[in-house]
């Protein structure tokens, strides 16, 4: 197989908050949407009941705020969360990966396991500022990072990988 891209990425919990973001933008999106608003509103509530406890002199007010900034601090920090509990389960010796990309499928290999895929395995490829995210089903995600490329450049990478699964690259924020 003659490789056209190498890329090592090592995971840590950034990586893994990066993929939770992917998928939740992606995969999960309307399910993550329900979820957030759902949360917004219970926040909301919170907020309101603190205010009127507070007006009503309640010395319980704060009961009601703390659980508003508690339940803001799980629903905007929930892709860093996801990535600091999933690092603690990935082993040590699956975090450093070296992905090799040719003309027919790519290779994914850490020292724990090696991998070979075919594009048409990948159901969605995104991309954040700093990452190239694959996902072949709900439950399996792959994160390349942007600056791991050791043979190409991120930029014809993108076309690549476009060109290979014959779909667009999206781009998450």
């Known amino acids: 197989m003659e490789i056209e891209f190498m890329n090592q ?12 973001k992917g998928v939740r933008k992606s995969v999960r999106r309307g399910r993550s949407r329900i979820v957030r608003i759902a949360g917004g509103a219970v926040i909301l509530l919170n907020i309101f ?36 509990a999933h690092i603690k389960r990935l082993p040590p010796e699956a975090r450093e990966i070296t992905a090799s990309f040719g003309p027919e499928g790519y290779t994914h ?4 396991a090696g991998s070979r895929f075919r594009y048409d ?12 995210l694959f996902y072949l089903d709900h439950n399996l995600g792959q994160i390349y990072a942007k600056s791991g490329f050791t043979k190409g450049t991120a930029m ?3 076309r690549f990988i476009s060109a290979k699964t014959g779909m667009p690259v999206r781009n998450i924020q």
């Open 9 to 20: 990425t090592v995971i840590g919990s950034r990586e893994l908050a990066a993929l939770s």
């Open 49 to 84: 009941f603190a205010w009127v406890s507070f007006r009503a002199g309640d010395s319980r007010w704060w009961v009601n705020g703390a659980l508003a900034v508690f339940l803001l601090v799980l629903v905007g920090g929930e892709d860093i969360l996801n990535g600091r």
């Open 109 to 112: 290999v850490s020292k724990a």
């Open 121 to 132: 395995q990948i159901q969605i490829v995104c991309e954040t500022p700093e990452y190239f």
């Open 156 to 158: 014809a990478f993108r």
